[in-house]
């Protein structure tokens, strides 16, 4: 039977409230016709939201912007062809399906919707637990009897075979609930390709092309490091992935569209978000250390060679739990004696307040700013940060900013804030956890009114290679390394990429080329990197090297606890950690530098 070509697999959305408009684009825009249109709705954060958006409308639950951009284009898809596959139904899928199918109607048209279910534990928790399974907290080994906090969402990460199993079906739209990310490129491109599930290395090829199209305009020029090199300065075309039957990708964009696609924007984002190179799906287990990055042509870069092995026996669980509630006022400091004031405007907040200890926790930043002499009134101005977290949400409500005010005429000279005062929030703690891979029963519901169980793939034992932390390498030898030392921000040597993995982050860093690699390889090492981001000194820091894309990786465990809703840090998700690290200065060979 002959292969079939490449299916082309667009990305119009990489979170929930990204740009609407690139739905209609990805079809209106290019000459050559995309198969497929995805769209990646869901975080850790987003479940949250989505659960309060269903607390106050039960009929919710789901990402109301998908069905904004299917207004737009389900006609369009089912005229051409184009499947719709998106994880927008959230925790509500089938909710979704339904206003999917009620849209169609409207629109005048006949759409065949699926939808997936079986990822939702949160009903199942206390029947879990009393099996035996203590849903222990993936950072901390904690079980979760020990966290005492109510869990309001409760989803395990789902694979891509009921969303192949429901293209085969038929189905026009796909609605899919916490599945992977890569979930919605591996579904269609082993439907389109009919591949086996023991095929893996087409399967984790398809993974790499899934990870790398996810975030939509990451890929391709977005909150990418060298601006430079972006010679279209309009808004980024949204990524596409031709998939060949092997597993192989060409990640591109339509042509005519704003960004770049090369080595560079799709090394980036093969580093986003991952811990160790072997990045475990339900799936498969890519190996993200096997792969080759290739420039074929202008805005086309080639992933090849990914290498494949089975899925674990468990799948990745992500909880989320009410921690309390929060507030925070941040007061603005402006010239001489700044810290002195920082200080005043804290002791006297905090004494009018009853104490630091009347609130369960709390967390003082003061954010530096200033300059001295500075030419304008701004660049005088340090901001002091306070929050306040407890269960009492009227404690660290209008009663705790209201009091900031009090400091207005009675505090230190020139005292103003950013903001007026402001109401409590809810928070979440964030809980990875892992379950035996069968005790989860997907089900994907077939636009013929069926219902079907999907089997999870069998994982074998002991053929998963593990990547072991590398603090300290070895390196190329001296040599390679020699020439006039100077002074230089880490960043003329390499590119990085930064986020969140729950309540850690990662930065990867990518050399410019095969010498400053080599320097990066032998001299970053856990210890320096600890030297230059300095709220990592006292926290469990991994190294991981990928030499096939001249990259390192770190996951800095803890820097963002409890997670992205709970976490005091300003940069909550960590974007800007890797360009901060950029930043810092190191001693390297003078030749080494980035032109």
């Known amino acids: 039977m002959p292969q079939r070509p490449p299916v082309r697999i667009a990305n119009c959305s990489g979170f929930y409230g990204d740009r609407v408009a690139a739905a209609r684009e990805m079809l209106d825009q290019g000459s050559s016709p995309i198969d497929v249109l995805t769209g990646d709705y869901l975080a850790e954060l987003t479940m949250l939201i989505l659960w309060k958006a269903r607390r106050k409308d039960p009929s919710r639950g789901y990402a109301v912007t998908f069905l904004r951009q299917m207004e737009e284009v389900l006609g369009t898809c089912l005229e051409r062809g184009v499947k719709v596959v998106a994880n927008a139904g959230g925790l509500n899928p089938e909710g979704l399906a339904g206003q999917i199918t009620e849209l169609a109607a409207r629109l005048g048209l006949t759409a065949r919707v699926a939808y997936i279910t079986g990822d939702d534990l949160a009903p199942a928790i206390g029947d879990l637990q009393a099996a035996g399974h203590e849903l222990t907290n993936l950072d901390t080994g904690l079980p979760l009897a020990k966290a005492d906090l109510p869990v309001v969402t409760a989803n395990a990460y789902l694979g891509g075979w009921g969303i192949a199993a429901a293209l085969d079906a038929g189905a026009d739209i796909v609605i899919c609930p916490r599945v ?331 050399a410019t080329n095969p010498d400053a690699y080599a320097w990066l390889r032998r001299h970053l090492t856990t210890d320096l990197f600890k030297e230059l981001l300095t709220e990592a000194a006292d926290l469990q820091v991994d190294r991981y090297e990928l030499p096939n894309l001249l990259a390192l990786n770190f996951v800095v465990h803890g820097l963002l606890a409890p997670g992205v809703s709970g976490t005091a840090r300003p940069d909550a998700q960590a974007k800007g950690l890797g360009e901060y690290l950029r930043s810092r200065v190191v001693t390297a060979p003078a030749r080494l530098i980035r032109e």
């Open 180 to 510: 992977t990310d890569a979930s919605l490129v591996v579904g269609p491109a082993a439907w389109w390709h009919g591949w086996r599930r023991d095929d893996w290395n087409a399967l984790a090829g398809a993974v790499a092309a899934g990870h790398i199209i996810e975030c939509g305009p990451q890929a391709t020029g977005g909150n990418y490091s060298f601006l430079d090199e972006i010679t279209d300065r309009r808004y980024p075309g949204f990524p596409i992935a031709e998939v060949a039957a092997d597993g192989s990708s060409v990640i591109t964009k339509h042509e005519g569209t704003g960004g770049l696609v090369s080595v560079g924007t799709v090394t980036a984002q093969l580093l986003y978000e991952i811990g160790e190179p072997a990045y475990l799906n339900p799936d498969v287990v890519a190996h993200f250390d096997t792969m080759r990055v290739v420039q074929t042509g202008p805005h086309r870069v080639a992933v090849t060679g990914t290498r494949g092995s089975p899925p674990p026996r468990t799948l990745k669980v992500a909880l989320n739990m009410l921690g309390g509630y929060r507030n925070t006022m941040t007061m603005v400091i402006t010239g001489l004696d700044i810290e002195a004031k920082a200080e005043q405007a804290t002791t006297l907040l905090f004494g009018l307040l009853g104490g630091r200890s009347a609130f369960e926790e709390t967390d003082v930043r003061l954010l530096r700013f200033d300059r001295p002499d500075a030419p304008t009134n701004e660049q005088a101005t340090a901001h002091l940060r306070i929050t306040v977290k407890d269960q009492d949400e009227r404690k660290v409500g209008r009663a705790f900013s209201d009091v900031t005010f009090e400091l207005a005429l009675g505090g230190y000279a020139g005292f103003h804030t950013t903001t007026p005062p402001t109401a409590a929030s809810a928070f979440g703690v964030y809980w990875p956890a892992l379950v035996p891979a069968d005790v989860v029963t997907q089900q994907v519901h077939l636009p013929d009114g069926t219902c079907r169980d999907i089997p999870h793939t069998s994982a074998r034992d002991g053929v998963i290679p593990s990547s072991s932390p590398s603090g300290h390498p070895s390196g190329p030898p001296a040599e390679i390394l020699s020439g006039p030392p100077a002074e230089i921000p880490l960043g003329r040597l390499c590119g990085a990429r930064s986020g969140d993995k729950g309540g850690n982050a990662n930065v990867g860093l990518w």
